[in-house]
């Protein structure tokens, strides 16, 4: 048996585009359960291909497939766009936080769509968002976050955002709810 612990009080707000409710206002005590996000919700939209070997036993992708998945989505992106140089760039991003919510597993041999906005955008740090949906559906089948912080390439201390890297991340900024 585990010993009993107070848990920890939250406040209301939005999160990532899903709702929660503080202990106190909610009547089951625990925050709104995340839902899967429409793809008006996203600025832009990559396209990834599964591969035989991201299904697990269970006979859908394995978790950690989706990780690499919103790793690969943003990253292109920033190629794409010319503000990510992964190779000779003085200012590299960092991952400190990620996390995925599923709603409706995904498998192989299906094309993935992942939708990017940008939560929020500080000044040496980002908050990438991304909806993962199988190829034309509506609803995301997974969505999650990650949070890059800049650094310097050669001493890892947090630097200001570049002004290309930040207009292009400006344009995934989602208009407030």
């Known amino acids: 048996m585990f010993p009993s612990v107070a848990a920890p009080q939250q406040q209301a707000g939005t999160i990532g585009g899903m709702h929660s409710q503080s202990p106190a206002s909610s009547p089951s005590l625990s925050p709104q359960r995340p839902t899967a996000q429409v793809r008006s919700a996203y600025k832009a939209f990559r396209t990834l291909t599964t591969r035989w070997m991201d299904n697990d036993v269970y006979g859908h992708v394995n978790n950690v497939v989706y990780y690499s998945w919103f790793d690969t989505a943003v990253n292109a992106y ?100």
């Open 78 to 177: 920033l190629i794409e766009q010319g503000v990510l140089d992964i190779h000779r760039g003085e200012t590299i991003g960092l991952v400190v936080e990620t996390q995925c919510h599923y709603f409706a597993p995904l498998a192989f041999p299906q094309v993935i769509e992942a939708g990017l906005r940008v939560a929020r955008l500080g000044s040496s740090s980002v908050r990438y968002e991304v909806g993962l949906f199988a190829q034309g559906e509506a609803l995301s089948a997974a969505c999650g976050h990650f949070v890059h912080v800049y650094v310097g390439r050669e001493d890892r201390r947090p630097r200001p955002l570049p002004r290309p890297l930040r207009e292009v991340l400006q344009a995934l900024c989602m208009p407030a709810a």
